[in-house]
């Protein structure tokens, strides 16, 4: 056999474990032996539950609800209950005993009228006897309404608290819902990252592998003559490389799962999070018209606005009339009885024979209302900024859309092009491979095209974790995410 021969034939011989240096996809890094896989949407169910932020956000629906409350207990009756006793002495000899007990009621009507229903049972002696009866009993029953006709005048001024502490509970839930959306959105994001985490882990730990058997079969090599110290080293050298990027990517995968633990409320950072996996793409295309028109209907953001700028009118109403003078109307009826007994007394006032009505009318105005007046200019000019704030809202909210249902559009074509990438990386990597094993490429090379083969299948992995990435965002600013995900919230 002549040398020539011999060498190919120890060329031959020294490729056989190079046939497990084939470019097949990575398996996912391993998840948690013990825990069960997990979905997105289970992920976002446990984050909807025990997320903090929206804890946190639920006690401003809660204090709404109470300020409303609080709003309509001003129209809610007053009940008053008064006794006193008393003595007046005004010399040695005389000395008056009093005493006075009154009970009443009364609320405020919805027209800022001011009713008092009330009845009262008095009791006076003298000393000495200054006449009859002595002592005497004295009881009334009496029913006085006060109506302004100007400033705290009618239901719309009146009412004009409660309407705004509504309008403040839909403030609160259209903030309760906007904290929900962004949860979903960040949850979906920290789940795709994992993700892609796990996937770039699986891609480096393939590297390594492929790069310890290039450097296993170099030193075999280099034992029959094959190949050169040279080879070894670069090898070797790849080895080192591949190695420092499998422990980056198990470092960024430890903290895309603290991040997505984080977001779901957990407090202990030891839980293990089972295997994850991209939901399948939608069936519909990305559309500008459609999602505008739900972002138009239902975001959390501009509805809010829109109802502050509501506030903001019956605040302006409210400062208007209160710039008016007050002029008040009042009347009063009465019955009364005096005898000797509380029994006595109190039958001749319910008799209707003793009665006494009055009627009144007040005018206050304050000088020059300059207070009033400025008051309610400020209410006006705060009402054009948040008219002003709504159409910057809208404008906003007409690019974001747009933007995000280009990133929908241009992500989902990177798809595309990064797979086929791959492919041809894959390709690429082979052709090399099998040069390598007909003597005509160096482990340099090798390792070079297995470079672009590892980048090419992390890239494609980024641009599908990207597409859904889009997707997410898209979904929060028009708030399908909530149909998505079923989540029902308080209107």
């Known amino acids: 056999m002549s040398r020539s021969s011999l060498r190919a034939l120890l060329l031959t011989l020294s490729l056989v474990p190079l046939a497990a240096l084939r470019a097949e996809d990575p398996s996912p890094a391993a998840a948690a032996p013990d825990a069960p896989a997990l979905t997105v949407e289970a992920c976002i169910a446990r984050a909807l539950e025990q997320n903090f932020s929206l804890k946190i956000q639920g006690f401003s629906t809660t204090i709404a609800q109470e300020s409303l409350l609080a709003a309509e207990a001003r129209f809610e009756p007053e009940f008053t209950a008064t006794t006193q006793r008393s003595m007046v002495q005004s010399s040695l000899a005389e000395r008056r005993n009093l005493a006075d007990t009154r009970l009443g009621v009364g609320q405020t009507l919805a027209s800022g009228a001011l009713v008092n229903l009330s009845t009262s049972l008095d009791r006076a002696g003298y000393t000495p006897l200054l006449g009859t009866p002595n002592p005497a009993y004295t009881s009334d029953l009496s029913l006085s309404v006060t109506q302004p006709l100007l400033r705290g005048a009618g239901s719309a001024v009146n009412r004009a608290g409660i309407e705004r502490s509504k309008l403040g509970l839909s403030i609160a839930h259209l903030g309760y819902k906007g904290s929900v959306l962004q949860v979903i959105r960040d949850t979906e994001a920290a789940y795709y990252n994992l993700v892609f985490t796990r996937g770039q882990l699986a891609v480096k730990q393939h590297s390594l592998l492929l790069a310890q058997r290039l450097y296993d079969e170099n030193k075999a090599r280099r034992s029959t003559g094959v190949a050169t110290d040279l080879d070894v080293l670069t090898a070797e050298v790849g080895v080192a490389t591949a190695r420092s990027g499998v422990v980056t990517a198990e470092q960024e995968m430890h ?175 082979e052709l090399q491979l099998a040069r390598f094993k007909a003597g005509l490429a160096t482990s340099r090379q090798v390792l070079e095209t297995q470079d672009d083969l590892e980048s090419a299948r992390v890239n494609e992995l980024q641009a599908r974790v990207s597409f859904h990435t889009a997707l997410s965002y898209l979904h929060a600013l028009d708030g399908s995410s909530l149909e998505r995900y079923h989540v029902a919230l308080a209107e």
Not at 321 to 333: E, H
Not at 351 to 364: I, M, P, T, V, Y
Not at 409 to 424: D, H, P
């Open 255 to 429: 903290n895309s799962e603290d991040a997505l633990l984080a977001l779901t409320g957990h407090v202990e950072f030891n839980t293990r999070i089972g295997a994850v996996q991209l939901p399948a793409p939608p069936a519909s295309p990305a559309s500008f018209a459609r999602s505008y028109q739900l972002a138009r209907e239902s975001q959390p953001g501009l509805k809010a606005t829109e109802a502050a700028i509501k506030q903001f009118e019956l605040d302006a109403a409210t400062a208007k009339n209160s710039a008016l003078p007050t002029l008040n109307l009042g009347g009063a009826v009465g019955y009364n009885g005096t005898d000797r007994s509380y029994g006595s007394a109190l039958d001749q006032a319910t008799s209707g024979e003793a009665r006494n009505w009055q009627l009144d009318l007040s005018l206050s105005i304050p000088w020059g209302l300059h207070g009033d007046r400025a008051r309610y200019r400020g209410a006006l000019a705060g009402l054009r900024q948040e008219q002003a704030s709504l159409q910057q809202i809208d404008q906003t909210l007409v690019v974001n859309v747009r933007t995000a249902v280009r990133a929908v559009e241009t992500s989902e074509q990177r798809v595309g092009i990064f797979t086929q990438a791959t492919e041809l990386a894959v390709k690429q990597y």
